[in-house]
């Protein structure tokens, strides 16, 4: 079983379209949703959930008021402005501010506050027309330590070894921060998807840095390339020249932005277009992969 990520340095280079185009061209995969933090995967493959289950990546605190006494020291010490007073309620701890530092909990000489674990989301299993998503949703306001990605990642493994299935397809977060470091470690291979702009050029160079660091294969897309065709040379003879095979060159074209609103891949939705450079961009990473599929 080959773990294969799509990852991008910024939002909005492609990165999902793409994902969703090696869905329906992979013969027997499962399929993550890694991009936790801004999870649309889901749109395209319209998955009908089998399993939820809630996720807990942390610890917050909570002020029993029947044992409060009122001396507001958790308020004083608290860095992040999370305590709050009432007259009517006294002493109580905002949630979406709170970081669970612990701090108030320790130095609450009354024992009046507590250390518990929240929910900040939910995880499924979910079937689709292409085989097994797995995928999430974050809580309003909470963040992505990068655990939630791990536990998807697993699972989605797990289902894969059980299935037997040839590959795990990975929609990846874009950046260098926890949830892409959380993304890639321990992959087989890694497709970055960049597009011909000034931001997306600074930030494929970071990326490239982190995947240099863990030493993880790694094939590059330019995917937009026609809308700056002088960007794309420069991006491609710079990626060259540091030995990172550029494994496809792909237009703009406007059918993706339809194949979306009908809820399809573009390797769904048209023959024409962007498809066949698709079809070369996912032959090119079996090639790497040194996979052949059955048809």
Known sequence: MKELVVISGKGGTGKTSIVASFASLAKNAVFADCDVDAADLHLILSPQVKQT?????????????????GCGKCKAL?????????????????????EGCKVCVEFCSVGAIEFKDVINGQWFVSDTRFGTLVHAKLGI????????VSLIRK???RIA??????FVIIDGSPGIGCPVI?????????????EPTMSAQHDLERVIELIEHFKIPVVVCINKFDINTKKAKEIETKLNNKGI???????????VTKAQIAKQSIVEYTSNGITENIKSLWQAVLNVLDIKENH
């Open 53 to 69: 289950e809630d996720f807990s990546g942390g610890k917050q605190a909570f002020i029993v008021s029947e044992k409060c006494v």
């Open 78 to 98: 608290c860095k992040f402005g999370a305590i709050n007073y009432s007259v009517q309620k006294g002493y109580a701890v905002d949630s979406i501010s709170c």
């Open 141 to 148: 306001a909470q963040e992505n330590s990068g655990k939630l």
């Open 155 to 157: 699972e989605a493994k």
């Open 161 to 166: 070894n059980e299935q037997n299935n040839d």
């Open 182 to 194: 959380a993304s890639i470690t321990g992959a087989d291979l890694i497709v970055l998807v960049t």
């Open 245 to 255: 095979n550029v494994a496809a060159m792909i237009p703009y074209d406007t059918n």
